[in-house]
């Protein structure tokens, strides 16, 4: 069956909604307030009254918000709270919004996908979250009605809340919740919540509006804080020398002149690589500059070139006789292809990409005893205690994680803790003091965990008037899930939605089947921001547009007449076609549609393009969208991140390439590894549409339609030729038009 978002809700327990012993250990405001010292803030007048474990109310009548979800710059630190405010009716002016503790226990996100961990990836924060923390405002509300009630004598059915306050309107009287934070007590038994004390939407005051997101002002005057940032008394600072091929090992080391480097305190060999530990950042990176080692030769990946896996990946695409999982299934696509008038078949290539965030992984470790302390830019708390406890061989509640705002994150640290992995490790040969790891930019790029090559083979069957009567899919590509262990794999069924995912869509196709064949090359991969959508849909979409240039229809009239049965599909191309004027002629340049439905989210995006027949260069001159993520709690801010992923999508389709030789990358910094300048950038219009469905996400769902967006625009200045690698290189071009 067609995998789609299914989101479920539920009444919130005693348990999970209480703060237990203990358990507001962990926290920062944007990293202001290291752990406890936020703990101790919350207790002692900020927060008075903790009706529960996401919400403080002080005695000021400052509201205290925790955020779950890492903050990346893709606002569910603004959003969330503003669910939780909103329902509880917060003065928004009085909230104020901190990072939660790493507790999955209670912060974990309920999304089934997620299995009650908290990690922030996917998309997945908001559809996760949403339905929980209405219950938690409501709650929040409740308990507040309660104390109310209790302090004036009255039942409790009688009150009502305006924002900041609890009302009674028959004796005309208001009290503040700090007010009530300075007097209250949590009352017994604890009120419950369920649907039907949320708020209809006709009553939103904050949800739907453009609430200034709490982040942005501090980025914009320099106090907000990430990983990089962090100063601990006592400090020492690490560098790690890494293998030139992953996987290998130092089997001699030369270390003379990095410990004759002032200010090196230790030189620490590890599984795969030789750390350096020292008084100054300069100290080490110097002492790593002298370092000589001599690694091992056994790495599978000293096989892996770029240019080999292409033919290797493609030949195992097109081979139907290849042990394939099936990733959707629905009738029998191979009969029906096998039966049709006509077949036409296409094949897709994309390189290795990198995630390139702005801010260099870095994670600052201390190990004393038996307790582990972390601060870090990091995804996922949860990912960040396992490796604490595989690397240290402490207990999960001897690890105490600090994440901090993040400068980027694409899936780079979703579910991979190796920078934290290595602090722990130089944390581990100087007991009692805090050791600061900061990668290179070199390190970063040349130790990536980057999306993968991918082969992609589309066969399709038409019967006599072009009509599809089956669509065959198959990807070949390695496993994300796989290198994270068999049972990570096993327990997705088989089915690596990371790298071979998003093949489904909702065009009405009688016959669709997408599979997907496990390649392994000994080669580490990883998710990239839209995961595999990113050449899934480029691979749907271009082949739909050939499609409809054999049966001599507009592109816009054949997607739409295939969308029929889904007006949300209709509504947002029939509104990005009006926006970009999709009819209106361009001399020398063409406009090309992409679209996708994927993680729930429907978008569709257009590009105007013109191409340098001479140099082969694409060039996009505007980029318009319209999304439909069910109820925009933040519009502008949906409308920021699918601008984002448009413009980061562009980057990848046009110019970013990572090549590997026998197992060697070698792009390694800014000057070889090309990304969008800001020259490159065309602008962007984007329309929300806020519908009554259940709110999903909007970080990645821009980056699936841009690519075949370019690649079909250019298609109609080639005269129809088609572009089916990416990225779509000047020369990949010249050699298309050349053919």
């Keep these: 069956m067609t995998r789609r978002i299914a989101v479920t809700s539920r009444a919130l327990s005693r348990r999970s909604f209480l703060v237990s012993a203990g358990g507001v250990g962990v926290g920062v405001a944007f990293g202001a307030l290291p752990g406890r010292a936020l703990a101790a803030a919350m207790s002692a007048g900020n927060g008075s009254l903790r009706p529960n474990a996401w919400v403080a109310i002080g005695r000021n009548g400052i509201v205290t918000i925790m955020s779950a979800p890492a903050e990346m710059g893709q606002g ?8 939780v405010a909103e329902e509880m009716d917060a003065d928004w002016h009085k909230v104020r919004v901190v990072q939660s503790p790493a507790d999955p226990k209670i912060y974990g996100n309920p999304f089934p996908f997620m299995g009650g961990q908290m990690r922030t990836l996917g998309s997945l924060a908001i559809a996760g979250y949403y339905d929980q923390l209405r219950l938690v405002g409501a709650q929040t509300r409740k308990v507040l009605i309660a104390c109310a009630a209790a302090e004036w004598g009255v039942p409790a059915a009688e009150l009502s809340t305006e924002p900041g306050m609890v009302v009674h309107k028959q004796s005309n009287r208001k009290i503040s919740y700090g007010a009530l934070a300075a007097k209250a007590k949590l009352p017994e038994p604890l009120p419950q919540a369920t649907k039907d004390d949320l708020k209809p939407p006709s009553a939103f005051r904050l949800i739907g509006k453009d609430v200034p997101r709490v982040d942005i002002s501090l980025k914009v005057n320099g106090s907000a804080k990430y990983g990089l940032d962090v100063e601990l008394p006592h400090m020492l600072y690490g560098a790690i020398l890494y293998p030139p091929v992953e996987h290998e090992k130092p089997e001699k080391i030369d270390d003379g002149a990095a410990k004759a480097v002032k200010g090196v305190v230790k030189i620490v060999p590890i599984a795969n690589g030789v750390g350096i530990i020292g008084e100054t950042v300069e100290a080490t990176w110097k002492a790593k500059a002298a370092l000589k080692a001599t690694w091992s030769t056994a790495a599978e990946a000293r096989k892996y070139s770029s240019a080999a896996m292409f033919k290797d990946y493609g030949a195992i695409a ?23 008038a006509k077949t036409v078949t296409a094949e897709f290539f994309s390189d290795h990409i990198a995630h390139t965030q702005l801010e260099p992984l870095n994670a600052t470790a201390l190990v004393k005893g038996d307790m582990v302390e972390i601060w870090a830019s990091n995804q996922s708390p949860s990912a960040s205690i396992f490796t604490a406890t595989m690397v240290a061989g402490a207990a999960p509640e001897k690890v105490v994680v600090h994440s901090y705002l993040l400068g980027g994150g694409f899936g780079r640290t979703s579910d991979d803790a190796d920078h934290i992995g290595y602090a722990i490790m130089l944390a ?32 399709v069957g038409l019967d006599a008037s072009g009509n599809i009567v089956g669509w065959r899919h198959r990807i070949a590509a390695p496993s994300h899930f796989g290198r994270l262990g068999p049972p990570v794999l096993a327990h997705f069924g088989g089915q690596d939605i990371v790298t071979a995912g998003d093949g489904d869509f909702r065009y009405a196709v009688p016959a669709h089947l997408v599979e997907w064949i496990r390649a392994e090359r000994g080669f580490d991969i990883g998710p990239w921001r839209g995961t595999a959508a990113g050449y899934t849909k480029f691979a749907i979409e271009v082949t739909l547009d050939e499609l409809a240039a054999m049966k001599g229809v507009d592109p816009i009239e054949y997607r739409l007449a295939l969308m029929k049965g889904d007006p949300r599909a209709v509504t947002v191309i029939e509104t990005v076609a009006k926006m970009a004027e999709w009819s209106r002629k361009r001399p020398g340049r063409a406009l090309g549609i992409g679209y996708s439905d994927t993680r729930g989210s429907y978008v569709a995006e257009i590009a105007e393009v013109s191409l340098d027949e001479k140099t082969g260069q694409i060039k996009v001159h505007e980029i318009w969208a319209a999304v439909d993520a069910g109820l925009a709690i933040q519009p502008r801010n949906i409308a920021s991140q699918i601008e ?23 792009e390694q910094n800014f000057d070889k590894y090309r990304v969008l300048r800001m020259s490159d950038v065309p602008p962007v219009a984007v329309k929300v549409i806020s519908t009554d469905n259940h709110p999903t996400g909007v970080g990645e769902i821009g980056i699936g339609p841009i690519a075949p967006a370019i690649a079909n625009a250019a298609s109609r200045l080639m005269g129809g030729k088609r572009l089916r690698q990416l990225p779509m290189l000047p020369a990949r071009v010249k050699s298309v038009m050349s053919a």
Excluded: C
Excluded at 318 to 340: C, H, T
Excluded at 647 to 665: K, P, R, T
């Design 76 to 83: 569910t630190m603004t959003a969330l709270p503003v669910v």
């Design 318 to 340: 097109r081979d139907m006789s290849q042990k394939s999982v099936a990733m959707l299934s629905e009738g029998d696509a191979p009969a029906a292809i096998a039966g049709a």
């Design 644 to 666: 984002g992923a448009a413009l980061m999508g562009l980057s990848a389709a046009l110019y970013e390439q990572i090549n590997v030789e026998n197992g060697e990358v070698q």
């Design 428 to 459: 581990k040969a100087v007991p009692g003091r805090p050791v600061k790891l900061i990668w290179a930019r070199e390190d970063d790029i040349r130790n990536d965990v980057f999306r993968p090559i991918a082969a992609q083979h589309v066969s």
